[in-house]
């Protein structure tokens, strides 16, 4: 049974719990269809004066957080600038890696593809994608097959130094059709440094 205690500073302080939020909208592009939120030691404490706000503090909080491959590409295709020389890019999720298929502009050609890619973490706050197989006919060149991944890392990477909350990634998965992303937090809220999320656009 969760312990609630209270002080006489206003605060109460939650021995454990639990959150699960649907389709959270971070900005019109950037939904995400499930958060779990699982931690210890939460505080809240009412508002030192009218007109500042309350705060929410916890201990370590475990997060897992699911998003759809429709709202993937989403994300993906407000993110594509329109002279960029892929077009038509769609993700389907898959297990354990991501099938990016799209077509490729070179001048008046259009040279259809197909890439795979996997997701994976980089110090436990990047998530960049490795193109591990690329085909189209005989073979995609090499050199295309840089631009593709370029372009998807640069609009698809998340940065989570820029997060209004730290969050530390420890696993990213692809499942069919969609990808789910468990790390760990401690949430401070007001953020005390809010910022975008996640990088891909602007």
């Known amino acids: 049974m969760t312990d609630i205690t209270t002080d006489a500073r206003h605060r109460v302080r939650i021995g454990a719990a639990q959150i699960h939020l649907q389709n959270v909208r971070l900005r019109e592009d950037v939904i995400l269809d499930e958060v779990h939120l699982e931690g210890e030691d939460v505080a809240l404490e009412s508002p030192p004066g009218p007109d500042r706000p309350g705060t ?23 993110n594509i600038p329109p ?34 890619a996997t997701p994976k973490i980089e110090n436990g706050i990047y ?4 193109f591990h197989s690329a085909k189209v006919g005989i073979g995609l060149p090499g050199a ?30 692809c499942e069919p059709g969609r990808i789910s992303v468990i790390g760990k937090t401690r949430i401070t ?8 999320f996640p990088a891909g656009k602007g």
């Open 144 to 173: 295309v097959v840089d631009v593709i991944q370029n372009i998807i890392n640069e609009r698809l990477a998340l940065d989570m130094t820029k997060s209004p909350i730290p969050i530390w990634l420890d696993e990213i998965r």
């Open 127 to 130: 998530v960049t994608y490795d």
């Open 83 to 116: 002279d960029a020389p892929v077009r038509g890019l769609r993700i389907a999720v898959l297990s354990g890696k991501l099938k990016i298929t799209g077509n490729f502009i070179k001048s008046v050609l259009s040279l259809p593809f197909t890439v795979e």
């Open 56 to 78: 929410i503090a916890t201990g370590e909080t475990r997060v897992r957080v699911v998003v759809l491959e429709q709202n993937i590409n989403l994300l993906l295709a407000n």
């Open 189 to 196: 809220w007001p953020p005390l440094s809010p910022g975008p």
